[in-house]
């Protein structure tokens, strides 16, 4: 395409169409998220290739303009080998648009969607211990009258605790503009999805310790009944500090 006709997606899609090498388009981000497009939404696209194929659709690789991203990957990369991490949510929620392999596509992202349970009972250890060290370190800081560390520890432990909710459910983390969209869809069983969310709000913007303490309680439960007691025993007795406090939340 010239300059002065910049490639539009449909007429990529339509390109990629009629290109027997191609056999999987997928289409990512907020094009793929019901009521989250807005005027500047651009489509983030896919195109999965055969592993041995030449196709002349090579030259669009890495193509970026705001009405259109291209990311050209072989079947074998996007089935695992090619993707970065980072990218799991936005292909456990993205929109198949072609797939000549008979579902094979939407198997691929369906794989991505679910973590597998090794992986992810390994990931939510990681994160609970990350999330127990964030709020330690954030009703700490209250109680030593350091109010912006123990703020920003709070702001922390949610980014951590949110991490470990996904994970127990062996699901990859929504991206923060996608999270109120995730839950309100595909709530996460055990959890009111309401609370949750004005809590994370609260403890992000002021650090509130005695709902962080609260907020403790539940996440402990769920992680001891997930089989995690032991990242939690490791606390010792700093898990008292991280409790609600019978006197009060001022530690």
């Known amino acids: 395409m010239s300059a002065q006709q910049p490639l539009t997606y449909d007429a990529f899609v339509e390109l990629a169409a009629a290109d027997p090498a191609v056999l999987g388009l997928v289409l990512k981000g907020s094009q793929a998220h019901d009521g989250m497009i807005t005027p500047h939404s651009d489509h983030d696209l896919y195109v999965v290739v055969a592993d041995d194929a030449t196709t002349d659709l090579s030259r669009f690789a890495g193509h970026r303009s705001a009405e259109l991203d291209l990311v050209i990957v072989t079947l074998s990369e ?8 980072w990218e799991r949510y936005a292909l456990a929620r993205a929109r198949v648009v072609l797939d000549r392999l008979d579902g094979g596509i939407a198997r691929a992202l369906a794989d991505w969607a679910r973590l597998d349970a090794d992986e992810a009972f390994r990931d939510a250890g990681r994160w609970l211990d ?6 330690y370190r ?13 703020r ?33 869809r595909y709530p996460l069983p055990g959890w009111d999805t309401d609370v949750l969310l004005r809590a994370v709000d609260r403890i992000s913007a002021a650090g509130d310790v005695s709902l962080q303490r609260q907020l403790f ?35």
């Open 217 to 251: 309680t539940l996440v402990e439960n769920a992680a001891r009944e997930a089989g995690h007691g032991e990242v939690l025993d490791a606390w010792g007795d700093d898990l008292d500090l991280m409790r609600p406090q019978e006197a009060g939340d001022t530690a």
């Open 152 to 184: 920003l520890d709070a702001a922390d432990s949610m980014r951590f605790l949110l991490e470990l909710l996904f994970a127990l459910h062996r699901r990859p983390r929504p991206y923060n503009k996608y999270l109120k969209w995730e839950l309100a």
């Open 130 to 135: 990350a999330y127990a060290n964030s709020l």
């Open 138 to 150: 954030s009703v700490k800081n209250h109680r030593d009258g350091l109010a912006l560390a123990a």
């Open 78 to 85: 996007f089935r695992g080998t090619g993707i970065p991490g």
